[in-house]
């Protein structure tokens, strides 16, 4: 959905001149997480579940301070302060918190250790009593 979101709205935040667009970044954005979202489908890991943590919840995190904080110009990026909430905005900053919150859930399921069970896995690792 925040691919979606940011690849449609693109085009309505191209500018002109020699720096960085907002059409741009949103574009940047909407493929970054478009990709997050295909290694975690595909591969699942750890690491494609930190980096679809780390690209929504950096999305999150500018979407939210954009609104309510007017940063100014960075560098080369453009003053991105808008201080409204509308539609698609509001669907982008739903998606991001989601997508970063299933970021986080995939990665911890991923890092706590698996118990074995089954007849299989009983002993591993054990020298047999008569071995003691």
């Not at 290694?39 to 301070?65: D, N, P, Q, Y």
């Not at 539609?87 to 919150?101: D, L, N, Q």
């Amino acid at each position: 959905m925040d691919a979606y979101v940011h690849a449609d709205l693109a085009g309505q935040f191209d500018g002109n001149g020699t720096h960085v667009t907002q059409g741009t970044l949103f574009r940047v954005q909407a493929g970054l997480a478009a990709l997050a979202a295909l290694l975690v489908l595909v591969r699942g890991k750890r690491l494609a579940a930190a980096f679809a943590l780390l690209i929504a919840a950096s999305a999150l995190g500018a979407v939210l301070l954009y609104r309510y904080v007017d940063v100014g110009a960075l560098g080369p990026l453009p003053n991105m302060y808008e201080p409204i909430w509308y539609t698609e905005k509001t669907v982008s900053a739903i998606a991001e918190a989601v997508a970063a919150a299933a970021g986080a859930a995939l990665l911890v399921i991923q890092l706590v250790p698996r118990r074995r069970t089954g007849a299989g896995t009983a002993g591993r690792g054990t020298k047999p009593a008569a071995v003691r």
